[in-house]
């Protein structure tokens, strides 16, 4: 016999043994005896969606509900802590600009210059929300 003819025989042969695996792996999979029947697996309650929402699902929604309006409160007030804080930073610069000359400027000034920036970042970052 020809090698070639070999080639197509094992090639045969092995893709009707990987026909036969992939056809029994189900039974094997779900632990069903060739005589019984395949039974679809069964559907949780949650799952479905024409069935009424249990108590626990609305809940957890209530709750994660309650958990970002939170958050989202405290945003909100970090948020106005750190625009007062800006605010503050701002005019203090501007009392320091205002004393200096245009041949001084202090290293206090530049400082103060860095904090508000940091600051009116976290601030731009902040109103982005948690996204």
């Not at 019984?36 to 024409?50: C, E, F, H, L, Y």
């Not at 609305?58 to 309650?66: G, K, P, Q, W």
């Not at 601030?123 to 982005?128: C, Y």
């Amino acid at each position: 016999m020809p090698p070639f003819e070999d080639a197509v025989r094992f090639t045969l042969t092995i893709r009707t043994l990987c026909l036969c695996l992939t056809s029994c792996l189900p039974l094997a999979i779900s632990g069903a005896k060739v005589g019984q029947g395949i039974r679809p697996p069964a559907v949780p309650a949650a799952a479905d969606p024409s069935a009424p929402p249990s108590e626990a699902d609305e809940s957890e929604r209530r709750m994660a509900r309650n958990m970002a309006k939170k958050a989202n409160l405290e945003r909100q007030a970090q948020l106005k802590t750190d625009t007062d804080k800006l605010f503050r930073l701002s005019q203090e610069l501007k009392e320091y600009v205002d004393k200096s000359n245009e041949n001084v400027l202090s290293l206090s000034v530049l400082r103060k210059a860095e904090e508000i920036e940091k600051l009116a970042r976290s601030v731009k970052d902040k109103m982005k929300g948690p996204n």
